[in-house]
């Protein structure tokens, strides 16, 4: 069964502290999306990592894929209070072919407070 | 425009009744889906369309029925609504199947009293 672990699950923080979010596996995943949700909306897509130890940026973000595709991390420089969110990690569900199928598989999350 | 839109966004109802949600998505995407998010913000997907017809339907008491009436729209239908049914539900739509970007509704608070 493929499950992706967050950790930690709760994150309270103060501005401009640094944090960093993790997302693992025992399964190999053929990518690795973040996404961040806000109360009472809906996950919004951060960034897809796909090659093992890819390293992608967005702004303060960064977020890093394992070598060997079982794990990511998110790392966040200089946190603000629009940084607030649920963050969630997510991979596509393997057939049982090892291909991939279009529903993902999501961690339980990381809520995190930015404090001003 | 709103992307993937639902409707309603709050439902407050009894036990027993029976419920609708409805999605619809201006993507023009060939793939939709429905996830449930509990109390715990744990996320995990109920049902999945491909251009109208069922590809994924996960451990869902069969009192839920989705229907596709074109491929932007896929709507959820919930009978003798039960109090374990009190969640989040959110719609959310694909290019196709197997590619990974979703895009997700705002989603639909249900709360069975």
């Known amino acids: 069964t493929q499950l992706l672990e967050q950790s930690p699950q709760f994150l309270s923080i103060q501005e401009g502290e640094n944090l960093t979010v993790y997302c693992n596996s025992s399964?190999?995943?053929?990518?690795l999306q973040w996404y961040r949700q806000e109360p009472g909306e809906g996950p919004v897509l951060l960034v897809t990592?796909?090659?093992?130890?890819e390293v992608k940026k967005l702004k303060r973000l960064t977020f890093q894929f394992g070598d060997a595709r079982k794990d990511s991390s998110l790392h966040i420089t200089a946190a603000q209070p629009g940084d607030t969110g649920l963050y969630l990690c997510?991979?596509?569900?393997?057939?049982?072919?090892?291909?991939?199928?279009?529903?993902?598989?999501f961690g339980k999350g990381t809520k995190l407070s930015v404090k001003p | 425009d709103t992307a993937v839109s639902q409707t309603p966004k709050y439902l407050v109802t009894q036990m027993g009744n029976d419920k609708s949600i409805k999605c619809e998505q201006n993507?023009?995407?060939?793939?939709m889906y429905w996830y449930k998010q509990d109390s715990k913000k744990f996320l995990k997907i109920m049902f999945s369309?491909?251009?109208?017809?069922?590809?994924i339907n996960e451990t869902v008491p069969n009192r839920f029925s989705p229907k596709s009436p074109d491929k932007a729209h896929l709507n959820l239908h919930i009978n003798s609504l039960e109090l374990g049914d009190s969640a989040v539900y959110f719609c959310?739509?694909?290019?196709?199947?197997?590619?990974?970007?979703?895009?997700f509704g705002p989603g639909t608070r249900l709360l069975v009293l």
């Open positions: 959310a739509s694909s290019q196709w199947e197997g590619k990974e970007t979703q895009y």
């Open positions: 997510a991979g596509p569900r393997l057939t049982n072919y090892g291909g991939s199928q279009g529903n993902l598989i």
């Open positions: 993507l023009g995407h060939d793939t």
């Open positions: 369309y491909n251009n109208k017809e069922l590809i």
């Open positions: 990592v796909v090659t093992g130890g």
């Open positions: 399964s190999v995943f053929s990518s």
